[in-house]
């Protein structure tokens, strides 16, 4: 075969390869956008069958494509279908004053469903917390993907890189922060993403992280999604902060919570639902983990 041949063949080879692995990269961080670039792929090819266009104005109609079904699916197919064949349902995004996602790229992966009972539980702790400090928001982070797989070993599908996100059960939620220069208190978070800004441990503290690592270095991973942080703005909020964790204990209907030890008994937490989470998943002084 002549290298004149072989450049086509090579050609659509490393593009199959290209698109494959993007499929998996959509489909492990929202879930849905693997078989939405699938579709358009096909359609784009169908739709420009016969007619001649550069790869430029092929991967520019394809994009196009992607981003109009991606959008509609996300935010007015996918609620309704997750409610109705996987019981979840989404977290508001702008409805309700005392609730927001940390980040809105949370909502836009579709990492923001729960089970009804956990959201109503998140309403009642939202609306509870606004009683007490009414110009201070609950925000969350990850929560679960909208659909589960019945067949994947019999826990839903995975969200990476939580080891238990699957079953609509889970959420995370920030902690809260002042403004180290005014000392004053705001809904701002240092880190984009909501994730990687520890509360490390004083000293004379338990160290837990310290331990862990020594053991898997997952135990950090949160670190890597940090995206942008600026962190020397802010600093831990305890008092509003040891508010939300009360009422999280409070709320019934919420069984356990992860807590890194040395900020429990900083903020004096004596509480059978707490639980530590142990050295295989991700530290948790940078968030609170709760579930059903």
């Known amino acids: ?31 849905i956008g693997g078989l939405i ?8 090819k ?3 069958k ?5 790869y430029l104005a092929y991967l520019k109609i394809k994009t196009a494509l992607f981003f109009s079904f991606y959008f509609c699916a996300t935010f007015l197919i996918v609620p309704f279908a997750a409610k109705k064949y996987s019981n979840r349902v989404a977290l508001p995004i702008f409805t309700e004053n005392n609730i927001q996602p940390t980040t809105i790229w949370t909502c836009i992966l579709n990492r923001h469903y729960v089970r009804p009972q956990l959201e109503k539980a998140l309403f009642r702790i939202g609306n509870n917390f606004e009683k007490k400090y009414p110009d201070s928001k609950v925000s ?3 929560a679960n993907f909208p659909f589960s797989l019945a067949f994947y070993k019999n826990k839903g599908f ?19 922060y002042l403004d180290k220069e005014t000392q004053k208190s705001t809904n701002e978070k240092p880190s984009f993403s909501g994730y990687g800004i520890y509360e ?3 000293k004379g503290e338990i160290n837990q992280p310290k331990i862990c690592l020594k ?17 020397e703005n802010y600093s831990f909020d305890k008092k509003r902060t040891n508010y939300l964790i009360t009422l999280i204990i409070k709320e019934q209907s919420i069984k356990k919570f992860f807590l890194e030890p040395h900020l429990k008994n900083r903020l004096n937490i004596y509480s059978s639902k707490w639980r530590f989470h142990g050295c295989k998943a991700s530290r948790h002084d940078d968030h609170v983990h709760v579930q059903l």
Do not use: R
């Open 200 to 202: 490390k441990p004083k």
């Open 215 to 231: 053991q898997s270095w997952y135990y950090e991973i949160g670190k890597y999604a940090k995206v942008y942080s600026n962190e």
């Open 158 to 176: 995975p969200l990476l890189p939580h080891l238990s996100h699957n079953d609509g059960k889970k959420l995370d939620l920030s902690f809260f």
């Open 46 to 48: 169908f739709l420009l």
């Open 37 to 44: 670039w699938l579709v358009c792929w096909l359609s784009s």
């Open 50 to 54: 016969n007619k001649k266009k550069s």
């Open 1 to 31: 075969m002549s290298n004149t041949n072989k450049k086509p063949i090579l050609k659509k080879t490393s593009s199959f390869i290209l698109q494959t692995l993007l499929i998996i990269l959509l489909t492990i961080f929202s879930q």
């Open 140 to 142: 969350y982070l990850d």
